[in-house]
């Protein structure tokens, strides 16, 4: 941020607890409030659950009646289905609830934010978290594994990196598209429904081969909101496949600069709100 | 001379509005403060007041770091609010009287030491200043309590609580005691008043209530329309204003307005003659006094006491300045 910490008259840093306690804190403070419906907590992991495995019988259902889609088997469509869901619960799991920034702002809890000698996104970001998604993060790491065991794939260094790496990138990268949506949301007050479309829509577009995508829609989810950097791209590496037109299969292997470039534009963008909410871009 | 801990220099904030729609649809430019300039010493007492919309909360938010100013300049501990919002926050303490800061779903005690962690104050250091507070502010009783659970005086106590956790040079607060009844008010009072005399913290407040002014503030500063119309002590704001008490009392029998009390007019005498109101100034008598008065002439069965409104002030501030 544009602010400067200079630290002259606070206590010297020997006295001051380590800045990561701020956000361990905050965080634990989060579980504790909500591990105290434990019923609810029960009921909510069940409902992910189920979210999971609905969607998974999306896919069963299509598979009943083709052979490949996209240029996929279903082995490996369930490989991409299982990336891009790993990916997008854990994002949502960590980072979903950015989206409630419109509340905030008319609750004037912003306001409380911005008087703590903190980060403001830091704070939105810890200010909730959702372990009641993991259930939806566990079955699609299930998908994953059996789906991996049906495939007859030659394990090269490079393959084994991007199965390992590619949740935790992929990840980065939905975490990055909420917080977009929620920056835009200085903007667009109540927009809620337009960038949902590109989290929870690029959530939907990565889950699935995106050859099947008319390929300005393909270039979208790449390019703009690079959801397909989470999944498709480099289940293709992994798979040792080629890609459609205008996406080679070797943009799979940028997950990681894709991860860094989609946070760079969401902080961007953020502090651009940021500056707008106090006035001074307005 | 020493370095003021606020100063203002021509501080104005504008902002646009859209009127109508459709076609009718324009834009206008409403000025909430508008050229102020303020120079405040560390340690003083001020009472900020004017009518709602007076430009109040504006001039907060720009010293807190929450609002860019349109022009003029802005310093509070010597920093720039907005660029230096973050090292501002560790010497100031904000309290909005109408928004919580507190987590509403955790036991009071938790929102205390997530802010401990915020401010990144050693252990020991918070656990003493908490215990300090809780102390004086009696939060001892529902520090276990989820803060949703409070009444609004339990919640405003630690809401200050949280507010001054890390000693901050500098307490702004917004209409701190709205809402709150009497013994609430005088417990909060107290506390900021004692806060003071200890600490040397510097204390800025917004109000309706002309007891808190009376109670807290040594200098007040009213703004109207964004501009500042008076900035003195408040004696000088008594004298210039002479604000009256009002004395209401229902009595038991009906009774001829009673005028032959010497320090205290009878300003209204409904027609059964059962409810009458006197005007009394504070510099003569007590409303006390004035009852004693009334009660030795008729029985009272009732009473009501009104303090001169904020609104009423100012537009006496004005008839005194244009006569």
Not at chain 2, 257 to 260: A, G, K, R, S
């Given at each position: 941020m544009a602010e400067t910490d200079s630290g002259a008259r606070a206590a010297p840093p020997a006295q001051r607890l380590a800045a990561h306690r701020v956000w361990v804190t905050l965080l634990t403070s989060r579980l504790r409030a909500q591990m105290t419906y434990r019923t609810s907590f029960a009921v909510d992991l069940l409902g992910n659950l189920g979210i999971a495995l609905l969607e998974f019988t999306e896919l069963w259902v299509i598979f009943a009646n083709v052979k490949a889609l996209g240029g996929l088997s279903f082995a490996q469509t369930a490989v991409v289905f299982a990336f891009a869901n790993i990916a997008f619960s854990l994002a949502d799991l960590v980072v979903g609830h950015v989206d409630t920034l419109p509340r905030y702002i008319r609750a004037g809890t912003l306001d409380a934010f911005l008087l703590r000698p903190a980060s403001v996104l830091g704070q939105l970001i810890t200010s909730d978290v959702s372990p009641k998604r993991i259930t939806r993060t566990l079955g699609a790491v299930a998908v994953l594994v059996v789906a991996v065991a049906h495939l007859d794939i030659e394990w090269t260094p490079v393959r084994v990196w991007a199965l390992i790496t590619v949740p935790v990138f992929g990840t980065a990268i939905f975490a990055a598209l909420f917080v977009t949506a929620a920056a835009l949301q200085f903007w667009l007050v109540d927009g809620a429904e337009v960038t949902n479309a590109f989290t929870y829509g690029g959530a939907y577009v990565a889950s699935y081969p995106a050859s099947l995508y008319q390929r300005v829609v393909r270039t979208f989810f790449t390019f703009v909101a690079p959801a397909t950097f989470t999944a498709y791209l480099p289940a293709l590496v992994i798979f040792g496949l080629p890609g459609p037109v205008g996406l080679p299969?070797?943009?799979?292997?940028l997950t990681p600069v894709m991860a860094a470039v989609a946070w760079a534009g969401a902080v961007g963008l953020w502090r651009l709100g940021i500056r707008h909410y106090t006035g001074a871009g307005s | 001379m020493t370095e003021p801990i606020i100063s203002t220099h021509g501080l104005t904030r504008r902002f646009a509005r859209t009127t109508g729609r459709g076609r009718s649809r324009a834009r206008e430019t409403v000025t909430a403060v508008d050229g102020l300039t303020l120079r405040i010493e560390p340690g003083e007492s001020i009472g900020y007041i004017g009518a709602n919309g007076a430009g109040k909360s504006t001039t907060i938010k720009m010293l807190t770091g929450i609002l860019t100013p349109t022009a003029g300049s802005v310093r509070v501990c010597g920093l720039d609010p907005v660029r230096q919002r973050k090292e501002l926050a560790r010497h100031i303490g904000v309290v909005f009287g109408q928004r919580s800061q507190l987590w509403w779903d955790l036991p009071l005690r938790d929102s205390f030491e997530i802010l401990a962690a915020i401010h990144r104050l050693a252990p020991k250091q918070s656990s003493d200043r908490l215990s300090e507070l809780s102390e004086r502010l009696q939060l001892g009783e529902f520090l276990n309590a989820p803060v949703r659970q409070l009444s609004l005086g339990q919640r405003m106590r630690a809401e200050v609580a949280a507010a001054l956790l890390h000693r901050p040079r500098i307490v702004i607060l917004d209409e701190p005691t709205i809402g709150l009844d009497v013994v609430s008010k005088e417990r909060l009072r107290q506390f900021l008043a004692s806060e003071r005399t200890d600490h040397g913290t510097t204390l800025l407040l917004t109000t309706h209530d002309m007891g808190d002014i009376e109670r807290l503030c040594e200098r007040v500063i009213v703004v109207d329309r964004g501009r500042c119309v008076h900035d003195g002590a408040l004696a000088d704001l008594a004298a210039l204003v002479q604000t009256e008490r009002i004395l209401v009392v229902d009595l038991a029998q009906p009774h001829a307005?009673?005028?032959?009390i010497p320090t205290a007019r009878v300003v209204g005498c409904d027609q059964t003659g059962v409810r009458q109101t006197f005007a009394f100034s504070p510099s003569d008598t007590t409303a006390a006094e004035v009852l004693a008065a009334v009660s030795a002439r008729a029985e009272v069965r009732d009473l009501a006491i009104e303090e001169p409104t904020i609104e009423s002030i100012v537009r006496r501030l004005y008839e005194g300045q244009t006569r």
């Open positions: 299969a070797w943009l799979g292997l | 307005p009673i005028t032959d």
